[in-house]
């Protein structure tokens, strides 16, 4: 589990990764088929419920992808019930202090760490592998912490220095709309924040992810070190193709017209 994202991490490469917003697990398929390094399963945002996740978790099987889950928020009901189903790690929205991060331990680790409470479900094939998953969970499941509000920032040291901390995730948009750039995904500052993040992030051997919204802007991200670089989301991906042919076959978009 992990196992090729955590050898990316530690050779200093970009994973390349998908955000996943649609129910259809062919998404997954074929972002496994394409060598995708990892995904990230959005349920903070959209309609996704754990049927859907174990869907997704399904057609990534027999690939070594990295399957993620964004929960809707910090509770211990869906950080448990998304490690139950079987994905490999929790990406934390909104994320403000090293206590949120502890706080959040207590429903993703095991004990002594946590108090994430055992059962039969599917992370542990329905109990035939019980013992080796809950065994080995606390040291191969990643628990990335999403830097995406001013307070955040302001606490940055204290979240890095939790223990456990593989990498962190940057949310521009939501780092802008908090220092009052509401709709913007780099507002005023919010560059250089990224920056800084990624730096002291690094000197912690840490690493950093973060959307890329073109081609581009990938290569960018890639260049400038971060660890995750999402390609953008299945959806967003399929607008900015069709988008694309049409401004090259010269149809109308912006009015939603295609023919």
């Known amino acids: 589990m992990n196992e090729k994202l955590r050898e990316k991490f530690a050779a200093g490469e970009t994973a390349f990764g998908l955000w996943v917003t649609s129910e259809a697990s062919a998404v997954t398929e074929v972002a496994g088929m394409l060598g995708i390094d990892w995904i990230c399963i959005d349920m903070e945002h959209g309609y996704l419920d754990y049927k859907d996740i174990q869907g997704h978790l399904q057609a990534a099987r027999g690939t070594d992808m990295t399957v993620l889950v964004r929960p809707p928020s910090q509770d211990l009901e869906p950080i448990k019930r998304a490690l139950d189903v079987g994905a490999h790690g929790i990406v934390l929205p909104l994320v403000d202090s090293a206590d949120e991060v502890l ?59 939790v223990s456990g901390i593989e990498a962190v995730f940057l949310g521009p948009g939501d780092m802008s709309a ?54 953008g989301s299945d959806i967003g991906l399929m607008i900015r193709q069709v988008k694309s042919m049409a401004s090259a076959l010269g149809k109308d978009t912006v009015g939603h017209r295609w023919f």
């Open 103 to 161: 706080a959040a331990y207590e429903h993703f680790y095991y004990p002594p760490i946590g108090r994430r409470g055992i059962g039969g479900e599917r992370s542990v094939r329905w109990g035939l592998e019980l013992e080796s998953y809950v065994r080995t969970a606390n040291e191969e499941l990643l628990f990335i912490p999403m830097i995406e509000t001013q307070k955040s920032y302001d606490n940055l040291d204290e979240i890095l220095g």
């Open 178 to 231: 908090s220092r009052g750039a509401v709709g913007e995904w780099e507002g005023p500052g919010v560059a250089e924040i990224n920056l800084d993040i990624l730096r002291r992030a690094k000197e912690r051997g840490i690493s950093s992810g973060i959307v890329a919204r073109s081609t581009d802007e990938a290569i960018q991200r890639r260049d400038q070190g971060f660890g995750m670089v999402s390609l």
